[in-house]
């Protein structure tokens, strides 16, 4: 089966961290620290700019259940 880089259902923000976690095998909160780590380093330009261009470019992740629904989360019945 063929692994594609897709936004993470387990999401803080777009879920472009957990998605390069769960593409690379490792823990999504170790992404997560590195990323922020590297904003405030940085500043916003660089680290910033490409996280929200990957959160609009990222196909989410396709799975069962409803849209953009996390595990604990609150689901509106219809």
Do not use: Q, W
């Amino acid at each position: 089966m063929e692994k594609k880089l897709t936004k993470s259902k387990n999401k803080v923000f777009l879920g472009v961290c957990g998605g390069l976690a769960d593409y690379f095998g490792i823990d999504p909160t170790l992404v997560r620290l590195i990323t922020l780590v590297l904003l405030v380093i940085t500043g916003f330009f660089p680290i910033g700019l490409i996280y929200l261009v990957a959160g609009l470019i990222m196909p989410d992740a396709k799975g069962k259940g409803g849209k953009h629904v996390v595990e604990g989360e609150f689901k509106e019945h219809k």
